[in-house]
């Protein structure tokens, strides 16, 4: 079961950009495409008997994982028509439903929710302190949350892309602006696409101000085995590219 709410604009729903989406490595393999999986599993609390959140679920992975993993019921909330269409029709498993809207409108109940997740989604919100907010009300008591976002040393400057040599090879990675947070106007999958940069102390802080007990954090390096299978993979060994928080209400 879904509900339909008017959209504004999302990138992901553009047809090219879907289209190069698809192929990426995460879109065809699932959660073990995901070269960040292996730590984030270690992070996730039991989900036996659990209602789960999930925010920016994209392709549903996660909703599928929790459900296997014992989940009384999951939501996943996409901005994206084409996301939650591929999700219903590879992940579409029983206690799952998928919920189109912006994170920004969602409205909950207090204490609604055992676990909320999101997956390399928030640096596409703005309104951040808000979101979090209503996540703490949502969750209850002992309730975990556990998401992962672009590292800030990756969306400081802007560009998210190497400084090149003049044969082209990958000199370093640019960091500029760091303390400067807000709109980054950046290029994925060859489409200008709009992120939000924030400092470590600000996802930090931010949770902490919310009430929120940080459990762990975590900056996650490829895997032995994606570094032996992908041989681009040993430049993730030279800037981080994602961040990883557990926190607990």
Known sequence: MSYIYPMKENKYDHSSFFEQYEKMLRSQKGLEGAGEWPA???????????????LGCGFGWHCR??????AKSV????????????????????????????????EYPSEEFDIVLSSLTFHYVESFDRLIHHIYQWLKPGGHFVFSVEHP???AQGKQDWIYGENNEKLHWPVDRYFIEGKRDTTFLGENVIKYHRTLTS??????????????LIEPEPSEEMLKEFSDMKDELRRPMMLLISAEK
């Open 40 to 54: 984030l599993k270690k992070m996730l609390p039991d989900f036996t008997g659990k209602d789960v959140l999930d």
């Open 65 to 70: 994982y929790a459900i296997e993993m014992g």
């Open 75 to 106: 939501i996943g909330v996409d901005l994206s028509e084409k996301m939650l269409e591929k999700a219903k029709e590879i992940n579409n498993l029983d206690g799952i439903e998928y919920v189109r809207k912006a994170l920004e409108d969602l």
């Open 153 to 155: 040393v990756f969306t």
């Open 203 to 216: 996802y930090l802080n931010t949770l902490l101000k919310q009430g929120f007990k940080i459990n762990e």
